[in-house]
C-alpha cells in the first residue's frame, strides 16, 4: 500500500487558516499525528528538527515556511490561503486594536484602542512604523511560499517573488484565496479524499468560516489613501503574488 503523503498547511497570518484547519484539516487525523507548529520560535525558522512534533506525523500546520518539512524525507502536499495583502493587513490592524496587551501597543503612552476608533489611519500609521511590526508584516505570504521563515531582519527580494510564483504553478502546492474560502475547503476535502490524506470526510465543523469573530475596530475604507498607499508599498511583492494566484483560480474555474 502507498504511504500518503503528508500535508503540511503553510498557514498566511490573518488568512482563516484556522478556520480551515479546523473544518477541513483536523477532523481527518488522529490527534497523535498532527503537529501544529505556531510560536515564535518556530516562526523563525525554515526547517524542522527531525525529533520534533509526533514520531509519525501526518499534518503540520504553522506560520511556517514552504519547506519546512523536508528534514523528514516524506513526500509533501503543501497547502494555503493567500488573502489581498491591504485586506490582510487591515485584520492585523484589528487584532492588534482588540488585544490590550498587544506588545505593538506597549511602546505607546495613550489609548491606542481609543485611538484606533477616532483615528483609524493615524493608529495604523503608528503600529505599522514600527522596525519590528513592519518587517514582519512586510511581503508575508511570498516569505513563507518562498521557503524563508517569516521573523527576522531580512527582508525578501525579488527573487523570492520568483521562486513563490514557480511553486503556485506545482501540482503539489494546494492554494486558494480566502475570499472563496467555501469552494477552497470543498476542494480540499476532495482532494484529501482522493489521495487517501487522512479519514475520507466526515461531519465538520460547517459554522468555521473566513471572517474572525472580534469586533473590527478599523474598517478598509476608514483608512487614508496615504494610508492604504503605505500598505500597498510595504507588500509589493505580496500584490504581485496575490494578482497571479487571483488570475490561476479563475483560470480552473473556467477549466472546470
Not at 477541513?24 to 525558522?45: C, H, N, T
Not at 475570499?179 to 465538520?204: H, K, P, Q, S, V
Not at 483608512?223 to 497571479?244: C, P, Q, V, Y
Request: proline share 5%.
Amino acid at each position: 500500500m502507498t504511504r500518503s503523503p503528508l500535508l503540511v498547511h503553510c498557514h498566511m497570518p490573518k488568512t482563516a487558516g484556522s478556520a480551515l484547519n479546523r473544518r477541513v484539516f483536523l477532523p481527518r487525523f488522529d490527534q497523535s499525528r498532527v503537529w501544529l507548529a505556531y510560536g515564535v520560535k518556530i516562526e523563525r525558522r525554515r526547517t524542522l528538527e527531525v525529533e520534533e512534533g509526533p514520531a509519525r506525523p501526518a499534518f503540520i500546520a504553522g506560520h511556517i515556511p514552504f519547506g519546512f518539512a523536508d528534514p523528514l524525507e516524506r513526500e509533501v502536499v503543501h497547502v494555503s490561503i493567500l488573502r489581498d495583502p491591504v485586506d490582510r493587513v487591515v485584520s492585523f490592524l484589528n487584532y492588534v486594536a482588540v488585544a490590550d496587551r498587544h506588545g505593538a501597543r506597549r511602546k505607546f503612552e495613550e489609548d491606542m484602542q481609543a485611538l484606533a476608533l477616532k483615528d483609524p489611519s493615524r493608529f495604523a500609521e503608528m503600529i505599522l512604523s514600527q522596525d519590528h511590526v513592519r518587517i514582519r508584516q512586510s511581503n508575508t505570504m511570498v516569505r513563507l511560499a518562498s521557503g524563508m521563515p517569516r521573523l527576522g531582519k531580512r527582508k525578501p527580494g525579488y527573487w523570492r517573488l520568483g521562486v513563490a510564483m514557480k511553486r503556485l504553478h506545482q501540482p503539489d502546492y494546494l492554494v486558494g484565496l480566502q475570499d472563496r474560502f467555501d469552494e477552497f475547503a470543498a476542494f480540499l476535502a476532495d482532494y484529501c479524499d482522493e489521495r487517501g490524506i487522512g479519514r475520507r470526510a466526515r461531519a465538520t465543523a460547517t459554522d468555521d468560516d473566513a471572517d474572525k469573530r472580534f469586533d473590527k475596530v478599523i474598517r478598509l475604507g476608514d483608512l487614508s489613501a496615504k494610508t492604504l498607499e503605505m500598505i500597498r508599498g510595504m507588500n509589493s511583492l505580496d500584490m504581485r503574488f496575490f494578482e497571479t494566484a487571483d488570475l490561476l483560480w479563475d483560470r480552473r474555474e473556467i477549466a472546470a
